[in-house]
């Protein structure tokens, strides 16, 4: 006789206001439980090439070199780097925070002669100081930064980055992976040379996939190299043998086998994205923003970003005096359900992050949120 004697796995429910992943509309949920199909069939390149067009939109450009790298947006990162740096290159990375310090640490992988600005953590990068930066290093070609950095709050901003760069003949790698769908990104109107995003943040979709675009120029760079892209798996010039390179003479052909379901789910995120718009979801980030935030501040938490460079889609606050992070955390956690983020790296125990990406942007999970804290938090402080 046959016994099941192990138990499926059912997580429990939460409320997902941390960094990332953020909590998924049911249809995206429903979306992953489609039948699964061959990653060559007909219809799923038809998907796929319905995913582009959306991503484009997403985007805000018209790049044919678009798609999602099968890997989580870390993965992204490191395919703009391996595609667009040679070994010797000088690239400037501007650092204000996580996310800035590990651009740092694949261009070096990359064999890059890496040239740092470090900016003080919760201010954003200064377009003054990137233009100081490149001044000092004309040989420079890759100018590197985080749109939205996810371990401050701290929103920068990337059309004046960009500006200057293209000025400086530096091509741009920009990580939206928490901008994207929550504050506005125009890769086309910034001229934006390569930008990775992440499925889980504000697209509100499962973990796991990181859409990538690049520019004409950026093409041109990759097609253009020296010496052959020293991953195979993210090399560019393969993949988009199967993503398509919009030509007329584009067959697909294998490369890797694509998260079939995984890109279910990104499509119908993307299918919600696109009927809500760009516009209404920022809005809509911005207006639960302003409620949380005003509520924080009635609890007496303090933001650890100025407001002209807020995130409203990553609240960081301090953690009061006398206040346990940890145990904080874990009774949101127990008796809510909720899930808020600690700080990173340096700021370990001295901020919380509270997300309000995708979904998890709503009036119902910001109430939560307000009379979780309310109740846990010792009244006076
Ligand atoms: C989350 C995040 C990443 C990394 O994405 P993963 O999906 O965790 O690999 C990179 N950059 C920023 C700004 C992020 O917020």
């Known amino acids: 006789m046959y016994h099941n004697q192990f138990s499926s796995f059912m997580p429990p429910q939460r409320v997902l206001m941390g960094a990332g992943p953020a909590n998924i509309y049911p249809s995206v949920a429903l979306a992953m439980a ?127 980055l960009c500006e200057i760069s293209r000025k400086n003949n530096c091509l741009t790698i920009v990580d ?95 299918v919600l994205l696109r009927n809500e718009t760009l516009e209404t979801s920022w809005l809509r980030h911005n207006q639960n923003h302003e409620v949380l935030r005003d509520g924080l501040e009635t609890l007496g938490l303090r933001y650890f970003v100025d407001p002209e460079c807020r995130l409203p889609q990553l609240n960081s606050v301090y953690i009061p005096d006398g206040v346990d992070d940890v145990e904080v955390r874990a009774k949101l956690l127990t008796d809510y359900g909720l899930e808020i983020g600690g700080g990173l790296g340096a700021l370990a125990g001295k901020i919380w992050r509270i997300g309000l990406m995708g979904a998890a942007a709503n009036p119902s999970n910001v109430a939560l949120c307000l009379k979780a804290l309310a109740d846990v938090l010792p009244t006076k402080h």
């Open 34 to 160: 489609k039948p699964t199909i061959g990653h060559l069939d007909p219809s799923f390149i038809e998907m796929m090439d319905q995913v582009k067009s959306h991503l484009q939109y997403a985007f805000q450009t018209e790049n044919k070199m678009t798609g999602a790298i099968s890997a989580p947006g870390s993965a992204g990162m490191e395919a703009c780097f391996v595609n667009l740096v040679e070994p010797g290159d000088t690239v400037i990375v501007c650092i204000n925070g996580v996310f800035g310090g590990r651009m740092k640490e694949i261009a070096e992988r990359c064999g890059a002669k890496v040239v740092t600005y470090e900016e003080q953590l919760g201010k954003p990068i200064d377009p003054e100081k990137l233009e100081q930066t490149l001044a000092l290093h004309p040989d420079a070609s890759v100018v590197a930064f985080v749109h939205a950095e996810t371990s401050t709050g701290v929103l920068s901003d990337a059309q004046a």
């Open 176 to 270: 939206a992976v928490t901008s994207v769908a929550g504050s506005p990104v125009r890769v086309d109107e910034w001229g934006i040379d390569a930008v990775y995003t992440g499925s889980q943040k504000c697209l509100s979709c499962v973990p796991g996939l990181s859409p990538v675009t690049f520019s004409p120029k950026a093409v041109a760079k990759i097609m253009d190299r020296k010496q052959q892209i020293r991953s195979w798996f993210l090399d560019q010039s393969l993949l988009m043998g199967y993503w398509g390179d919009g030509s007329n003479n584009d067959k697909r052909s294998y490369h890797h086998t694509a998260p079939v379901n995984s890109l279910y789910a990104l499509h119908e995120a993307l």
